[in-house]
């Protein structure tokens, strides 16, 4: 029978991941050595290899009785476990609620942290959306109220450009009336100084002291001085084809008339009653007058034929 005797203790932390094991021999060969069991590793504590055995007084050679049958075998300390144990073992039921309720608001918490995220990133695409529409209907409306201003001031140019016609239609309406007036007065002038040239009255003073002036010559605008500037062409055309006057009275016909009054021939019982010094010009006008005639008539036969 065997007089050791071994005394087990065990020492726990506060923490529920971490325990600690002390295994106290105080009995036998293994005497005052303690093995320490903490956190999955084992270490001794005390003296090691352990002492000799001391002999028995009974006769047995070794105390308490002890007789081995082979020299004791004196080997260092092997741990009992060499791996880690799990992170489960020596835990309490308590502990191990703990941990995965642990576990289970931390896993809550992600995902809740995940769906803020996400919920953010929605909010964030959604404001930018609403910024970039935003964004496109200002510019579209700044593109519609341009194109709305270029509209009307086009209609309002356009609508300048229609009232500044219509001034300068309505002007020169007011001139042609202006001119046509002027036109059929001086062509009564004109007959009636012709008139009066067949007439031959010499108590008017136009037979007896005719002057360049006093001609009548087929213009509406009478020559100032002994100049032949106002007898252009497109002054007697004016004069004597004008809707103003005559107007039974066809353009051909017309212009048969002026040259009947205005031949050579014809012309010359008014030349001789002109002042000597006005006569070379008025012999000039006349010669003016008959070839710019003679051109009227050519033309109006160019045009009926």
């Known amino acids: 029978m065997s007089h050791r005797r071994t005394t087990t203790s065990t020492t726990h932390t506060h923490t529920p991941r971490q325990r600690s094991y002390v295994v106290t021999i105080d009995a036998g060969t293994f005497a005052n050595i303690e093995i ?10 005390g003296v090691w290899p352990p002492p000799s055995i001391p002999r028995s007084e009974h006769g047995h050679g ?4 002890y007789a081995p049958t082979s020299p004791a075998k004196r080997t260092s300390f092997t741990p009992l476990h060499s ?3 799990s992170m489960s073992a020596g835990r309490s039921p308590s502990a191990d609620t703990r941990s995965k309720v642990a ?13 803020e995220e996400r919920a953010r990133e929605q ?3 959604r404001e930018e959306a609403r910024l970039a529409e935003a964004r496109r209907e200002a510019a579209e409306e700044a593109r519609r109220r341009q194109a709305q201003q270029h509209q009307q001031q086009q209609q309002q140019q356009q609508q300048q450009k229609q009232r500044r016609q219509a001034l300068r239609e309505e002007r020169r309406r007011q001139e042609r009336i202006q001119r046509a007036r002027e036109i059929a007065n001086a062509w009564r002038t004109y007959e009636g100084r012709w008139a009066l040239l067949s007439q031959r009255q010499p108590e008017l003073g136009l037979l007896s002291a005719l002057t360049f002036e006093r001609i009548p010559w087929p213009v509406a605008d009478v020559p100032q001085g002994r100049t032949l500037d106002m007898l252009q062409p497109e002054a ?10 005559s107007p039974d009275v066809s353009s051909k ?23 000597e010094s006005d006569r070379n010009a008025v012999e000039e006008g006349m010669g003016v007058v008959v070839r710019c005639l003679n ?6 036969h160019q045009a009926r034929d």
């Open 123 to 125: 909010q964030r695409r």
């Open 236 to 245: 007697i055309r004016e004069f004597l084809l004008s809707p103003a006057h």
């Open 62 to 65: 070794y105390k308490f009785g």
């Open 36 to 45: 320490v069991i903490e956190g999955g590793r084992y270490h001794r504590r």
């Open 253 to 275: 016909d017309r212009i048969r008339a002026a040259l009947r009054r205005w031949h050579p021939d014809k012309f010359t019982r008014v030349l001789n009653q002109v002042m």
């Open 103 to 115: 576990y289970e608001w931390d896993h809550v918490a992600s995902r809740r942290r995940m769906a």
């Open 83 to 85: 791996q880690q144990p």
């Open 295 to 300: 051109d009227m008539l050519e033309k109006d």
